[in-house]
């Protein structure tokens, strides 16, 4: 079994045309957490749960969006397939502020078999970008449990209650290619392939294990250019943040010719077809206790 260096899901980074159209969609309709706005360098920072950050970047004319991933010449994605999850029970209520800030969705029913339904809500923002609520178990039961809890959101009857990320998407033209680096170069526990579709999963945990049925843990889906369930697309040039062992990745980096970046921050990595994967420590209260 591999013991992988990834912990957890940290951060997303989207591609988005117009920032005040962003915060009324993130902020008004979903009710995350602004942590930076600043127009003049095209960002939008919003806290998701206590410790992950979705980012929104508005391009600009000669310049990258932070100055700190220059040099791996991070983007935000375009329309990238990703997944919030909201506590189990809440999907009804959800669904009914969708339908009450007219935006159109549909439910798709993604148990296996046998299970109880878990009911995916899909829609789309103002920029094309592919959104899914799942339902989690928040209760802290079994070992699928993330490093990074999601949190019982605060009620707020006016926005939908987001717990965490969850998943997120990302196309790769060169898929065999992608399956074999993902585990070999940076330590993705590498969970299942579908047989129908070129469509890759990786566990970002400790180690590769079941998805659905209501876990809380996070997950990174590689799919080769294609359209998915609920017509989405899986993103290109996105740039992705994962808490890490980040020396522990470092060390497998070397060696594989992917450039990257290594400073106080951790490491941000250009993996090929655009992507850029940032590997972070995680918060220092959250860290592991030296016995
Ligand atoms: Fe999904």
Known sequence: MINSPILDLATLTLEVTNLETAKSFYVGLLGLKPTLYDPESGILELRVGEYQSLRLWKPLTRR???ERLKQVEARGGTHVHFALQIPKGSRQDAQNLLTLYGVNWQEIDLANAGEEPDLGTYFFDPFGHGLELREVA??????RFPVIP?????????TIPI?????????????????ERLPHAYGFAFADQMENR?????????SAEKDGQFTPRRWLY???PQVGLADMLGGEHVTVGFFADVEAVRVRLEGTGLEYLHDEHGLAVRDTEGHVFEFLDLPKELEPRAP
């Open 64 to 66: 990258c969006n932070s």
């Open 198 to 206: 070129a469509f890759g999963q990786f566990t970002l945990g400790p």
């Open 163 to 179: 717990a965490g990320l969850r998943e997120v998407a990302l196309a790769f033209t060169r898929f065999e290619n992608m399956l």
């Open 138 to 143: 928040l209760e802290r039961t079994d070992s």
């Open 222 to 224: 590689c799919w080769d």
């Open 150 to 158: 999601p949190v019982r959101p605060t009620q707020d009857a006016r």
